[in-house]
């Protein structure tokens, strides 16, 4: 039989080594740009429209210098330490990823070059450090975000990155599953975010009382880019493109519908109201639960993950925070506590409970291992599911513990130099205080027209950061 000729244009060449796989490649530079989207400009409008009109500039811009500063960063020294050579376990040696040589070597895992792969893990980073800036908004000052994003990307995320992720770091050796940044990301963005919004300092009390979004349809154009951007941010991470991949993209679609649905359902039977806003919320908790096991749970999973995110997360906002005295005292201006740091406690315990092995062994390559508790009753695997468990556990503990301390030395070592927050003449102006510029050329805060609050009623998330007395809104749950 004669040889068939193989086209000329995968050939091996000086640009395509042998080893790259031009398909897994494509398709890794359009999941980390998707990725690249859910900030810019997704989270950049979600939070200018969520924001009072006076802070709208502000907020956005917040998200626009993280992104550009964590680009800067990452590409000096951010990316080798978290996934270079080791220093020591749960840290990489800082080292510059912008040598030609070693941008076009094979990265640490999947068929592409290092250059690749640094774009990849860059937008990852960006979004974590833009997502802190959610509990910041209106009133840290400018000053203190543009030294606390290169600190905190160096001496917080770099820890968690290279433990959990790096094929070196500790946790990753001992088979923590953090499939998509569960913890990664939303577990230290929700503890990092808290915890600097206890040393910053609350806004206004007027602004903690009433904090309207100035523009709702701009928070939802957002927040569609950060759901449809998901698909990327979760079916990327195989590195690979596989059927684990398109496992992953329908399982984060499915969960976050599933969760957004419990949550509006939740408030139209507690508050006889379906929030707009709780919708949001309900999404974001859906797509940062399934974030840690979306490709390896099966389906069924996937729904009952969404059940959970919908309900305990929308519990803790409405029920907890209101007759907790420490979480009322931080003011926390988008409820990264609850969308965060609660979602993504309870996507790391239910991937150890639900993670399938098969679909681990597909994602992992390892046999024998990652074994969620819920199987290893049916295989005799009893004593590795509960260590998996006990390794998830001891995963959330690690991440909690090193934001709370890296953010609060970050904090503490920035005010030495400049304040954390904007004084109070200026927290009344807003955005021409701190830029000298303003969203929108119409007068008034984004405030509902007279009479129109008493007749129809506001958000119920308006104040969901406030200390402010309120009555029950019908329901049995009290908002206080």
Same mark, same amino acid.
């Given at each position: 039989m004669a040889?068939?000729?193989?086209?000329?244009?995968?050939?091996?060449?000086?640009?395509?080594?042998?080893?790259l796989n031009r398909a897994d490649n494509a398709w890794q530079l359009v999941a980390a740009t998707l990725v690249g989207l859910q900030s810019v400009p997704g989270l950049i409008i979600l939070y200018g429209g969520a924001v009072k009109k006076k802070w709208a500039v502000n907020s956005a811009f917040m998200s626009l210098y993280a992104f550009a500063c964590v680009f800067f960063c990452w590409v000096v020294w951010?990316?080798?330490?978290?996934?270079?050579?080791?220093?020591?376990?749960?840290?990489?040696?800082?080292?510059m990823s912008l040598e030609q040589d070693y941008l076009f070597k094979k990265a640490f895992l999947g068929a592409i070059p290092n250059a690749t792969m640094v774009y990849f893990q860059c937008v990852f980073a960006a979004i974590t450090l833009i997502?802190?800036?959610?509990?910041?908004?209106?009133?840290?000052?400018?000053y203190a975000w543009m030294l606390f994003v290169p600190l905190w990307l160096t001496f917080s995320y770099t820890f968690t990155a290279f433990s959990i992720w790096s094929t070196s770091g500790f946790l990753s050796? %001992?088979?923590?599953?953090?499939?998509?940044?569960?913890?990664?990301?939303?577990?230290?963005? $929700?503890? !990092?975010?808290?915890?600097?919004?206890y040393w910053v300092g609350p806004r206004l009390n007027k602004d903690r009382e009433r904090f309207p979004p100035n523009n709702l349809l701009l928070m939802l154009a957002g927040a569609g880019l950060l759901w449809m951007g998901w698909t990327g941010f979760n079916g990327g991470d195989p590195y690979i493109v596989n059927s684990d991949a398109s496992l992953a993209v329908l399982n984060t679609h499915a969960c976050t519908a599933t969760s957004l649905l419990i949550w509006v359902l939740l408030d139209v039977i507690f508050f006889r109201k379906p929030s707009v806003i709780g919708a949001?919320?309900? %999404?974001?908790?859906?797509?940062?639960?399934?974030?840690?096991?979306?490709?390896?749970?099966? $389906?069924? !999973?996937?729904?009952?993950m969404g059940v959970f995110s919908g309900s305990i997360p929308w519990f803790t906002m409405m029920v907890v925070h209101k007759r907790s005295k420490l979480l009322q005292k931080v003011d926390d201006t988008m409820a990264v506590f609850h969308t965060h740091a609660i979602a993504g406690t309870l996507g790391g315990l239910l991937t150890g409970l639900f993670a399938e092995p098969r679909l681990n062994r597909l994602f992992y390559g390892v046999p024998g291992n990652y074994v969620g508790l819920f199987y290893s009753f049916h295989q005799n695997l009893f004593n590795t599911g509960l260590r998996q468990m006990g390794i998830q556990i001891l995963g959330i503990l690690f991440v909690i513990v090193v934001n709370v301390i890296s953010t609060s030395l970050i904090c503490l070592f920035i005010r030495l130099f400049?304040?954390?927050r904007m004084s109070e003449e200026d927290m009344e102006i807003g955005d021409e205080a701190a830029h000298g510029e303003e969203a929108y050329a119409?007068?008034?805060?984004?405030?509902?027209?007279?009479?129109?609050s008493s007749k129809y009623g506001s958000s119920l998330y308006d104040d969901i950061e406030s200390g402010a007395p309120k009555k029950k809104r019908g329901g049995t749950v009290e908002m206080m």
């Open positions: 040889a068939v000729p193989i086209p000329s244009n995968i050939l091996p060449a000086d640009g395509s080594p042998d080893w951010g990316y080798r330490m978290s996934f270079g050579d080791e220093l020591v376990p749960f840290w990489g040696k800082p080292a997502l802190i800036a959610g509990a910041l908004l209106g009133r840290m000052n400018f050796k %001992m088979g923590i599953i953090d499939y998509s940044g569960g913890y990664v990301i939303h577990l230290s963005s $929700g503890v !990092a975010g808290f915890t600097a919004a949001v919320q309900g %999404m974001i908790t859906g797509l940062v639960c399934i974030t840690p096991a979306a490709g390896v749970v099966q $389906g069924w !999973a996937a729904l009952l400049v304040p954390l119409i007068w008034g805060q984004g405030d509902k027209l007279e009479n129109s």
